[in-house]
């Protein structure tokens, strides 16, 4: 869910009774834009290399959040949520020679310590 900021904040009004009122449609959606401008997720191939390395495959993709990635990788029947992309290589790493290739920068933010790529 979308992290309220102090700019979020001044969409907040009260009623008559001092009680929040609730969002309007445009005002989530101002919250959404700020948070997805604020956090921008990357986009990545996941691809398998030939045992002799000359050949290789798209297995499907990924799209990175700063604090989980989603894959759908319909050549392996694999999609879901994983915290990191390391993660996902060293599922895949044990039965075949998986690579991450990032078409967007990798979040910045993220828990993905060494994640040999």
Not at 11 to 18: C, K, N, Y
Not at 32 to 46: E, G, I, K, L
Request: proline share 7%.
């Amino acid at each position: 869910m979308a992290t309220v900021t102090y700019d979020s904040l001044s969409l907040l009004e009260l009623d008559e009774r001092g009680k929040l009122k609730p969002l309007t449609a445009d005002q989530c959606m101002t919250i959404f834009t700020t948070w997805a401008n604020d956090h921008p997720c990357a986009r990545f191939a996941v691809v398998v290399l030939a045992p002799d390395g000359t050949d290789g495959e798209v297995l499907g993709w990924g799209l990175a959040h700063p604090d989980h990635v989603f894959v759908h990788l319909p050549e392996v029947g694999l999609q879901g949520r994983f915290e990191t992309a390391g993660n996902v290589l060293t599922l895949l790493r044990l039965t075949m020679d998986a690579r991450i290739i990032w078409v967007d920068p990798e979040p910045d933010r993220w828990p993905d310590e060494g994640c040999d790529e």
